[in-house]
């Protein structure tokens, strides 16, 4: 899977865009940016997942740049408890071998303040 | 509710002792994994199965044994010959072909 970089803390004013990036410039064409945060002390929950188009769901936005080296995780209004660590991940989707890994970096720790 | 459990929340264990973490899903899904976190740090994969009776080490898998007999459960037992077992443990599963993995609330365990 491919490397991803991201910085180890961000912060956001509560209401406002919180915009996080990941840079993944070894990625291979047939791998996927997916983004997942885990607040403390739980189990992290998947958010959104792309291939090159822009996607939106009802938790957020993620924002994938034309020469797919970097990505953009968007959430419009930011609320305290959107206060988590957030992860950026590459991976292929289709199954066999390996690719059912998946492997999860440091992440960015978000903290929304009021 | 379909989800995926992990029990118990909190575990205590002395030193030298091996110990289960159970992890039971009903969201039919045939990949499971196993996860360690460390205080401050991502999750490192200990093992995962794409099927039953089948499964694979991940980056982490010393002192660590996993079971898949049936495809909702995959049961981890930490043995004494893991070093530093005081961690929360998270377990997940994912469907075949899709790659959104379902994660536990995790399970601390403590050793002392």
């Known amino acids: 899977d491919a490397k991803t970089t991201q910085p180890p803390s961000m912060d956001c004013a509560e209401g406002r865009a919180a915009n996080l990036p990941c840079n993944h410039s070894?990625?291979?064409?047939?791998?996927?940016v997916y983004w997942y945060r885990q607040i403390h002390s739980q189990g992290p929950q998947y958010i959104i997942h792309?291939?090159?188009n822009n996607e939106t769901n009802e938790m957020a936005s993620l924002i994938i740049t034309e020469d797919r080296k970097s990505s953009t995780l968007i959430l419009p209004h930011a609320t305290l408890r959107d206060t988590a660590v957030y992860y950026c991940?590459?991976?292929?989707?289709?199954?066999?071998?390996?690719?059912?890994?998946?492997?999860f970096g440091k992440g960015t720790l978000l903290t929304v303040n009021p | 509710d379909g989800g995926i459990t992990q029990s118990p929340k909190y575990l205590f264990r002395k030193e030298g002792q091996n110990v289960t973490l159970s992890c039971e899903q009903n969201l039919n899904h045939d990949a499971m994994y196993w996860y360690r976190q460390d205080p401050g740090q991502g999750l490192r994969l200990i093992y995962y199965?794409?099927?039953?009776?089948?499964?694979q080490k991940g980056d982490i898998a010393e002192g660590y044994s996993v079971s898949r007999e049936k495809k909702e459960s995959f049961p981890l037992t930490v043995t004494s010959a893991q070093k530093n077992p005081t961690a929360f443990y998270l377990c997940?599963?994912?469907?075949?072909?899709?790659?959104?993995?379902?994660f536990g609330q995790g399970t601390r365990l403590t050793v002392v």
């Open positions: 070894t990625i291979s064409g047939n791998e996927y």
């Open positions: 199965s794409q099927i039953v009776n089948d499964f």
């Open positions: 991940i590459v991976r292929v989707a289709e199954s066999g071998g390996s690719n059912y890994k998946l492997t």
């Open positions: 997940a599963s994912s469907i075949r072909r899709l790659t959104e993995a379902f």
């Open positions: 792309g291939l090159k």
